[in-house]
């Protein structure tokens, strides 16, 4: 499984890019491929779990535009080994 943690420095470009960003995520969820996400309750950023290969998991970040829109920052991406699943 991996993580990914995001930032959001407060601008609304990113917002122009959440609709399909969030249609990809309900896609993945569907085939199991996310496992959880969504937003901090403050918007100050967002975290997302991914059931993928380390191949898979680089294939998601770059097919999606809004990882790398205006007011989006990657702060982390890590395998996580889960104790329970």
Known sequence: MYLLELAFDGSPDRLA???AHRE?????HE?????MAGPY????????LFDVTAKEFDA????DPYY????????R???????FR
């Not at 085939?31 to 496992?35: D, P, S, W």
Request: aromatic share 2%.
């Open 24 to 28: 990809r995520l309900r896609v993945l």
């Open 17 to 19: 890019v959440r609709p």
């Open 41 to 48: 309750s403050d918007e100050t950023g967002a975290l997302l």
């Open 31 to 35: 085939a199991g491929r996310v496992v």
């Open 68 to 75: 790398r829109a205006p007011g989006v920052t990657i702060v």
């Open 60 to 63: 998601i970040i770059d097919d």
């Open 77 to 83: 991406r890590q395998e996580w080994v889960p104790l």
